[in-house]
């Protein structure tokens, strides 16, 4: 093992790698996703409540549930509520070519 980190306050159900390797997007139990920088693990971006749980009553998971990094820094991402999400980071965070600034 190399490096630990607390990523979320809950458990990380999914992670995903891009293309460039430069960074990591983490998915959590309580439905957050965080962009990280992959050398340092310094947190670029943070989605809160991206697939949080709908219903104190039906126990049927919560979280984020997969994760995909595409092409131009678009996250897909699924969860147990039952959605599929499409996100872009914001400008500030890419470089022209399309791929994350971790700068």
């Given amino acids: ?3 630990t980190f607390q990523a979320h306050d809950s458990a990380v159900k999914a992670l995903a790698l891009d293309n460039s390797e430069e960074c990591f997007v983490t998915g959590s139990a309580e439905g957050n996703m965080k962009v990280w920088k992959l050398t340092g693990h310094g947190l670029i971006h943070s989605f809160k409540n991206e697939h949080a749980k709908q219903s104190l009553f039906r126990n049927i998971g919560a979280g984020v549930m ?11 991402s699924c969860g147990a509520d039952g959605t599929l999400k499409m996100r872009v980071l914001p400008n500030a965070l890419k470089t022209q070519s399309g791929i994350f600034d971790i700068l």
């Fill in 1 to 3: 093992m190399l490096h």
């Fill in 66 to 76: 997969q994760i995909e990094v595409g092409e131009n820094t678009r996250i897909f």
